[in-house]
Every structure is written in C-alpha cells, then in structure tokens.
C-alpha cells in the first residue's frame, strides 16, 4: 500500500537526521518516482505555495508575534509570583506553582517552548535549590509547558478547524477541561513527589493581601485569552482577527502598561518571531504537498477501507488513533503532522461517528505529549538544557508524568462529555 511506502520513507529520513522539511520533500517526490505517478512537478510546487495562501494562517505568525511580546518580557515572573501565592503552601508547592504557572502562560503565549522556556527559567533554579531532583525539575516544566497547546488560544486547533473544517470557536472550548485535567493531574503528582521525598513540604499560606496584590500585577495578562476566546464566542471577531488583537493586546501591555519591553527591542523581538514563523510555514508547505499526493492517490479511502475491515468498533478505531498520533507526534511537530494526517482521519472519523471536534482534541493531546517525548521532543530539549541535565535522566524522570498524561488522554478519549461537555453547552 502506497500509505505503508509514505510512512517508512518519511521515518527512515526523519531518523536519519534529514531537516523536516527535506524529509517530507523528498518523501513525496520519492513516491512519485517509485509509484511512477505522473502527477508535474509544477503542480507539487503550486501545492507548496498554496499549502501557506489560505488567509487562516495569518494567524500562525500573528499569535507567535503575541506569544513572544508576552514571553519577552516579565509576563512569567508575574504569573509565577501569582501562582505562588495560590499554591506555595502545599507538600510539593513549588511543582504545583510550576503546573499552574504553565497552565497560565499557556492561555496568555500559546505557546509550548515559550512557556516551557519563560516558567522553566524561573522555576528549575528555584526547585533544584528547594531540593528537587534537577531531572524531574526538568521533565515537570517539559510536560506542563505543553498544556500551552492544549488550553486556547491553541495555533494546532487553528490549523485543524482550517483543514477539517471543524469549528475554532469549539475546538477551543473543548481544550477548557482536558487541559485543567492535564494540570490536575501533574499537580497531584507533585504533591505526593514532595511528599515522599520530603524535598518540599510546603510553607506558611499567603494572606490574602498578598494574594490580592499578586493578582492585580498578573491580571492584564491573564486577561489575554479571555478577550480572545470571549471575542471569538460572541462573534466581535475571527479567529484570525483574534489574533491580531493578541498582537496589539500583547503590545500595549508589555511595552506600555508593564514597561518590559522598549522600542529598541522591538525589532529583534519581532525578526526573531516572523524568523520563527518562517520556518513554520516552510514546512507547512512541504506537508500540504506530500498532503495532496496522499489525497488524489485516494489513500484517505483506502485507509478507511482497510480500517473498516479490521475492525467495526469506534473505540477500537479511536484506539487505532491514539496509538497513530502519538507515534507521528514524536517525530514532526503540531502543526505539519495535523495537515499531514487530518485528511486521513477526517473521514474515519465521520465514518465512525465521531465528532470532528473531539477528533480534534485527541490529536492535538496526543502530540501536545510527542512535544516532550524522546528523542525529538522540544519542550524536552529546551528544560534539559536549562536544567544542565542529561536527556536520558530526564528521560527516566518522565515516566510517571507519562502514565499521569496516559491516563488523562484515555479518559478524554473514552468520556467524551469531558471535553466536548463545554461545546454541548454553549452551542
């Protein structure tokens, strides 16, 4: 089967080391060669740049822009101290701080290396000298930065409302719940980690002014994502337009009303976000090439074809799912694996009754963990590094907060009114 040909050319290039974008390239035009398909070249090429046309995806540079605005500047210090305040008193506070302030970040940059780089620098230090083992520091800001692509505003849900045609204003909505499930449940694992340990066993509870006062200095950020996920519901504006509100938004608080941030660094700062946007859409582009081989080959019905035949049950299919994303998630990133694979599971999912929005969540959960999986991981790169701690320690340390995110990706699957119970509400 052409698919089998697609998948072990594109993991034999990615393994051996070949740049993302060469290796999706080079799989397609491998597959033309050895299938002896006659599709032009000039066509492929159209398909590149038009795989980066689509007015949507204005929104990728636009919310990375905002997300460096506010990652920038003193937007994590803010939050930590917030956070702090809420949390600091528990057996393992300072994991627990760190969960929260992740989760926090997450709704203001939308962003997974960027949360785990803003928090990460503030709190691994603070955690290794409280006594926590730098590995698990490590992994904990690894992990908990990821919930940054689960919570909105989510670019990977953007794209897939793009490609699906699911609803944005939905697929936001339902990352709501998995992602404080997610935050729960690292955060419990941080409290029995203080406790066993005795590394941290908590402190005095913060007063109330204190609480009060560290509000009031976090408040315009986290305001952020409630004037965006607000604006998107009541319909003042798209998503797109919502994410050039998050520039101008993320612009008047960093430069204006916190002052982190000055007109000379201004342009460093945004060469530095439209740098990393570039990349994004070169790849982009390479996926929706390799995309449309797939789809006028007609994989995407023989995949269903052969997926009906193995088996009739949607639970099994939403195993098969699973099991699928979370390979892909180890070795491409959010955005081209979900235009590479969404055509795929677009229509197993109708076949199979499953809501396009749900789908969506799972597929986004499930490469939010291929974002701190060995041994591609980003997060996972950027909290090694900023813990000075080998990759195969850190490895070692994410075992647990694997089960924990197993556990919670299962149940979102398997009780759909966990995530979708919000959409179902405010339809």
């Known amino acids: 089967m052409i698919m089998v040909f697609i998948t072990l050319t594109f993991f034999a290039l990615a393994l051996a080391g070949i740049p993302l974008v060469y290796a999706l390239l080079l799989t397609t035009f491998t597959t033309l060669w050895w299938y002896g398909l006659t599709h032009p070249l000039e066509t492929i090429l159209l398909t590149y740049i038009g795989g980066v046309e689509p007015f949507v995806l204005i929104a990728v540079p636009l919310f990375i822009v905002g997300g460096e605005l506010i990652s920038r500047g003193g937007v994590g210090r803010r939050i930590v101290a917030f956070a702090h305040t809420l949390f600091g ?19 203001v940059s939308g962003s997974a290396i960027a949360g785990s780089a803003a928090i990460g620098t503030v709190m691994i230090p603070a955690m290794v000298e409280r006594g926590y083992s730098p590995a698990f520091a490590a992994a904990l800001v690894a992990v908990a930065g990821t919930l940054a692509v689960i919570i909105p505003p989510s670019i990977p849900m953007l794209v897939f409302g793009f490609v699906s045609g699911a609803s944005v204003r939905d697929l936001f909505l339902a990352g709501v719940v998995p992602g404080i499930l997610f935050g729960i449940g690292l955060m419990l694992l941080c409290v029995r980690y203080g406790i066993v340990t005795g590394c941290d066993r908590g402190g005095e509870r913060a007063s109330m002014r204190e609480i009060r006062a560290a509000f009031v200095a976090a408040f315009p950020a986290l305001l952020m994502p409630v004037i965006i996920l607000g604006g998107i ?10 994410a050039a509100v998050a520039v101008v938004y993320g612009l008047f608080i960093s430069m204006f009303f916190y002052g982190d941030i000055g007109w ?19 790849v982009i582009g390479a996926t929706a090439a390799l995309a449309w081989v797939i789809t006028v080959e007609q994989v995407p019905l023989m995949v269903t074809e052969w997926v009906r035949e ?51 969540l799972i597929m986004t959960c499930n490469l939010a963990i291929g974002l701190y999986t060995p041994p591609v991981g980003g997060t996972l790169f950027v909290a090694a590094k900023l813990a000075q701690v080998g990759i195969g320690k850190v490895s070692y340390a994410l075992i647990p907060m694997f089960v924990v995110t197993l556990v919670v990706l299962f149940a979102v699957t398997y009780i759909e009114a966990l995530p979708m119970g919000l959409v179902w509400l405010l339809r």
Request: hydrophobic share 65%; aromatic share 12%.
């Open 89 to 107: 008193f528990l057996p393992g506070g300072l994991g627990v701080v760190t969960v929260f302030a992740c989760l926090l970040f997450g709704g």
């Open 233 to 242: 519901w009541f319909g003042i504006f798209t998503p797109t337009e919502a």
């Open 264 to 282: 000379r660094e201004l342009p460093a700062l945004v060469l530095r976000a439209f740098t990393t946007s570039a990349v994004v859409m070169v």
């Open 310 to 360: 193995v088996t009739d049950s949607k639970w099994m299919f939403l195993l098969l799912a699973n099991i699928a994303m979370l390979l892909l998630g180890i070795f491409i990133e959010p955005l081209p694996a979900l235009i590479l694979s969404a055509p795929l599971f677009v229509p197993l999912a109708m076949a199979y009754g499953v809501d396009l929005v749900h789908l969506g």
